[in-house]
C-alpha cells in the first residue's frame, strides 16, 4: 500500500483536476448559468476537507484498514463528481 502521503497526494490531484474541469466547462460555456457548477466545485472542497481530516485521524486501530477505506471513498466520490461534471 502506498504510504500516507501519497494518498493526499492523490486527494488533491484527483479533486483538483475536477475542479479544473469544472472552470474549463465555464469557460467554454460563458453563457450558460455556472450555479451548477460552483456547487459541484463546493462539493469538491468540502470533500477534500472530509478527506483530509479523516487522514489525520489519529485513533485509528487499523491503519491499512482506514486507509484503503479513504481511496475506495475517494474513488466513489471523485466518480460522483465527474459524472456531474459531465452532465453540465
Known sequence: MANKRDLKK???YVLGDIIEE??????E???????????IIDEAIASF????ERMNDKKVENASKHFKAIREDLEKTAKG????????
Request: hydrophobic share 40%; glycine share 10%.
Open 10 to 12: 492523490d486527494i488533491n
Open 22 to 27: 469544472v472552470y474549463a466547462w465555464e469557460l
Open 29 to 39: 460555456n460563458p453563457g450558460k448559468d455556472n450555479k451548477a457548477g460552483e456547487a
Open 49 to 52: 476537507d472530509g478527506f483530509i
Open 81 to 88: 463528481l465527474l459524472d456531474k461534471v459531465n452532465s453540465l
